[in-house]
């Protein structure tokens, strides 16, 4: 909230929000932010990010303010890069502590990955820390900020993080909030879909997952003849073509999906990655899940997916096992199994976590400066 002159409020609160880079770190941060503008309608909100990020597209316009610093990335292993990261940790940790004071920052709240690191480092001793990991194994800038934050919070246990609080994922109203019965019959219009014949949605992040592209389309002449339609986000950098049925439910292939509310509504079954995001809202709006982890990193996709599993709500497919016929062996009789689908879809609502934006808010000001 500025004044009439331009000039930064020194009476309203101003929270940080560290979590740039892509989408998994980005959306939990602004539904934080929306949870501390209902619960605070005097806060600013602030959003810290690189130029190189989706943030630059997506704090815009949700109606945030970006602040941009120089990126951090955190090589996994030692690597020559590892020896020039201080030198760049100093130089993003000064335009950092500029921003803090030039908004007046009363708390900063990371989500991980490369925006945080340099926003714990500037806020040390000088602004309250609130730590959130998304992740079933914390990454290495969140172990970082955990060791001097005022409080940790994590989406599961263990995280790695001592003394973390279990709050779940902060999403988006318009999921927590969707009630997909109802607005099934408007989502399906709004893709060109089946009104009424079991649907899959396949999403690969983003981007798309080349191995989920191949293997569902490969099986896209078996969908069609056990009467199946399908939503498939394959990535606005890859194409898609698949062999028709005639008379059989459509194959939509679509680059990009702007609207998750209103797939989540269409489908009956979602074969997806399980970045912690994604996990977090197919859990929250009950939509029974066949993960595929992303085969790289720490592991830590296939952890985040495995409580679900574990609940009942969703299956889990290895990423070198997922072919054609995986998918008309494991996710046709799925879809054309009803009572199925309704008992994973209620065990994995039962797993979500719907108010992780107001626990979370409630958190970061309850420690807030000032």
């Not at 597209?57 to 109606?63: D, H, L, T």
């Not at 201080?86 to 709240?109: D, M, N, W, Y």
């Not at 798309?208 to 199946?228: H, K, M, P, R």
Request: charged share 20%; proline share 8%.
């Amino acid at each position: 909230m500025n004044g009439q002159d331009g000039s930064i409020s020194t009476t309203s609160p101003c929270v940080v929000v560290a979590g740039g880079g892509t989408a998994g770190h980005i959306e939990p941060a602004l539904a934080l932010a929306d949870a501390v503008r209902r619960l605070r309608p005097d806060a600013r909100v602030v959003a810290l990010g690189t130029a190189r990020g989706l943030e630059t597209k997506i704090v815009p316009a949700r109606g945030y303010q970006l602040e941009l610093i120089p990126p951090v990335p955190l090589p996994r292993k030692p690597s020559p890069d590892l020896l020039k990261l201080p030198l760049k940790v100093r130089g993003a940790i000064k335009q950092t502590r500029e921003i803090f004071e030039r908004h007046r920052a009363s708390v900063v709240v990371g989500f991980g990955g490369y925006v945080a690191l340099p926003a714990y480092l500037a806020a040390r001793g000088r602004v309250p820390i609130v730590v959130h990991e998304a992740n079933a194994r914390a990454g290495l800038a969140n172990k970082v900020g955990a060791k001097f934050a005022a409080a940790v919070a994590a989406a599961v246990p263990g995280s790695g993080l001592p003394d973390a609080k279990v709050l779940g994922i902060p999403l988006r109203r318009s999921i927590t909030s969707l009630d997909r019965m109802s607005l099934r019959a408007e989502a399906r219009r709004h893709f060109g879909l089946h009104p009424t014949a079991p649907t899959l949605l396949v999403v690969g992040g983003s981007q798309g997952a080349q191995s989920l592209n191949n293997a569902v389309s490969g099986a896209a002449v078996a969908l069609g003849q056990a009467g199946i339609g399908v939503l498939h986000a394959h990535g606005p950098k890859n194409s898609l073509a698949v062999q028709g049925v005639p008379g059989a439910p459509i194959y939509q292939p679509v680059p990009y999906l702007e609207r998750m509310d209103l797939a989540y509504a269409a489908a009956d079954v979602v074969l997806c990655r399980s970045g912690a995001m994604t996990v977090a809202e197919v859990s929250a709006v009950g939509l029974p899940a066949v993960f595929v982890p992303l085969p790289h990193g720490n592991g830590e996709q296939a952890l985040n997916g495995q409580p679900i599993v574990d609940a009942g709500g969703a299956l889990m497919i290895n990423d070198a096992d997922l072919t054609p016929r995986s998918v008309i062996d494991t996710v046709i009789p799925l879809l054309r199994d009803a009572e199925r689908i309704a008992k994973m879809g209620a065990a994995a609502q039962g797993s979500g976590h719907r108010e992780a934006d107001e626990a979370l808010a409630r958190v970061v000001l309850g420690v807030m400066k000032g």
